[in-house]
């Protein structure tokens, strides 16, 4: 009786107290609030700087990328205890990854989607014409393309507020702040 006992409660520590689908769900909803948390760092940074000029059709260049420039600089001083993981935490990681296998998977639409992503617009490809710094904060080179994330992956990751966007450098994946030009967080090896 003391066996069976002792048999009963080890394979009940052994049985999580919640099923996959909770676990997964919990690390979603803990990738979208530290989205979250930086978008709303983002968006305190830009609305402390001077406003554009909605007056103008086009704004002068120069002045948008100045803005762009204090922009990122507000958001390092902000973030410089930064770190790869910080956003692409080991829990969303894994998710993450396991999207873009399934989604790359052999069939000819991964096939594709694949070729797409490592193709002739992913800054790692041979005829690029940059290297991209690949750190948290790092500003991403204006003359790297940026890679192409094809709808069929897209549909099978967490959305995005505009203005950040994932996008690949080789087969690691970036968390884009197109606003600031920053790289926000990096996803090592996120294509298998």
């Known amino acids: 009786m003391l066996i069976r006992n002792v048999a009963l409660a080890l394979v009940m520590l052994a ?60 958001i390092r001083a902000a973030r410089t205890n930064a770190a790869e993981g910080d956003i692409f935490t080991p829990a969303a990681q894994k998710i993450l990854i396991a999207a873009f296998k399934q989604a790359l998977s052999s069939s000819s639409r991964g096939s594709t989607a694949r070729g797409m992503i490592l193709g002739e617009g992913n800054p790692k490809n041979p005829e690029s014409p940059a ?20 709808p069929s992956v897209l549909l099978k990751l967490p959305k995005l507020p505009q203005g950040l966007e994932y996008r690949f450098v080789g087969k690691d994946l970036i968390l884009y702040d197109s606003q600031a030009n920053l790289i926000v967080d990096i996803l090592r090896k996120a294509i298998r």
Do not use: C, F, Q
């Open 131 to 150: 290297r991209v710094d690949m750190r948290v904060n790092a500003k991403y080179p204006s003359n790297a393309p940026l890679s192409t994330v094809p």
């Open 15 to 74: 049985v999580p107290l919640y099923s996959e689908g909770d676990t997964a769900d919990s690390a979603i909803k803990d990738y979208n609030d530290r989205v979250e948390h930086y978008w709303d760092l983002h968006k305190k940074i830009e609305g402390a700087l001077p406003a554009m000029d909605k007056k103008k059709k086009e704004p002068d260049p120069a002045v948008v990328i100045e803005r762009e420039r204090k922009l990122a600089a507000g």
